[in-house]
């Protein structure tokens, strides 16, 4: 390994060494508030560094890894997913039963884990990326242990992503047995086009979309993601909801694209039915619920259906649309599951619909920082989702997906309902006991409260001026 690829690695070994650094921290005694606290600058040093790296790209790092415009917009993505997560935490944390200090080290690991799968070009950094994150978010779902829920929703987490990890290693197999080799590049270079793809091959892509389906929870592989982010602390529902699914999309469009998998009707025809179906289920299930992290978790199958539409034409302009509502869809996620952490009490997360009732008259800035997030995840005008969503049709239509693109549109419709019904209980007087007071540091809440007002900032900037940032995101993704 060359000087410069230690220096392009440098987001990734600054996460690496932080971790190591936590753990001995740790041993060391200090408090959660330190802990917490340098966990922070470093998550902010991982990030910043992200600038001294752009103008070398786009560079391989040996076969297995790939820094270019994409992974590097993929990478901030996470690391900032990371960054508020953490700022969030402490609130959270600091006043419940379970040493919280280790839950840090957990999270840094994650968020390693998904910033090699964003610049993996070989099924083995994808692999190992893919159970770094995995393995960390079993500890992290399960780690309030103290409760049923959240015990509850590890197992079944557990379970889920061991199936996953099965068909994707046979899939990998498969193709590497017919193929030679696990780079994408090279596996593109030995198998040809997709349309011409060997029975083997053919055998190990559909296993290999199985384990990528129970990942990001499309249908038909929905059965966790419900049960997951209930059960899991709201800081971590948002970690999954913004940087590990951010992470497994990443991988899905560098491996694709490589090996020209859109080149294949079978594949596009795939696809285009899981991307519908996960929009029709996805929001037709959401309306249902009264729970609102259930709520929001139904409609992250939808959104995962939005952003299959633009992997269909398999093009630059499909690339540059999945990039863009990722980032308007994290935006959004982190912004909504940070109100819930700010919400949660001690003893139960602020997860029913009633807790919201009258949120308005209560705390104003919640109440407008929710509203906000929610009418971005709906796609509604002057909010980043909006123009997300208004940016993945021209990449859908160009490639001819006009099915996919109607179910796009009507299924939108029918989401807003359920984002409206949240949103109209948040400006109903109703009458709702106090929660408990909270004993964390003043400091925390206003740390948390700047770091939502930030993200809020950017969903109502990249909603009604988006130019500059589509701009840049061209640039960045053309490299």
Sequence with gaps: MTEQDLYLLSPLLILAGASVLVMLLIAANLTHRKIQVIT???FL?????????????PHAI????????????MTG???????VVNILSYIYFAEKEEGPREYYVLLLLATFGACILAISTHFISFFLGLEILTVALYALIAYLRERHHPVEAGIKYLILAAFSSAFLLFGMGLIYLEAGTMNFAGIAEKLGTAGNF??????????????IGFKLAVVPFHLWPADVYQGAPAPITALIATASKAGVLAALVRFFTQVDGMESHTLITVFACIAMASMIAGN???LRQTNVKRTLAYSSIAHMGYLLVAILPGSATGNQAIAFYLVTYVLSSLTAFGVVTLLSSRDEDAEELARYRGLFWRSPVLAAFFTASLLSLAGIPLTAGFIGRFFTLPAATGGGQWAASLVLVLSSVIGLYYYLRIITAMFTEHEVPETESRKAHPLFFLFSSITLTVVTFLIVWLGVSPAGFLEFMMVLTGR
């Design 62 to 73: 040996g076969p297995m890894l790939m820094m270019d415009g994409f992974g590097v917009l």
């Design 45 to 57: 040093f991982s990030f910043i560094s992200l600038y001294f790296i752009e103008t070398d790209l």
């Design 77 to 83: 993505l996470i690391l900032f997913s990371g960054l």
């Design 40 to 42: 922070m600058i470093l």
């Design 198 to 211: 060997p029975v083997l091959a053919v055998a190990g892509t559909a296993m290999m979309l199985v384990g």
């Design 284 to 286: 037709l299930l959401a």
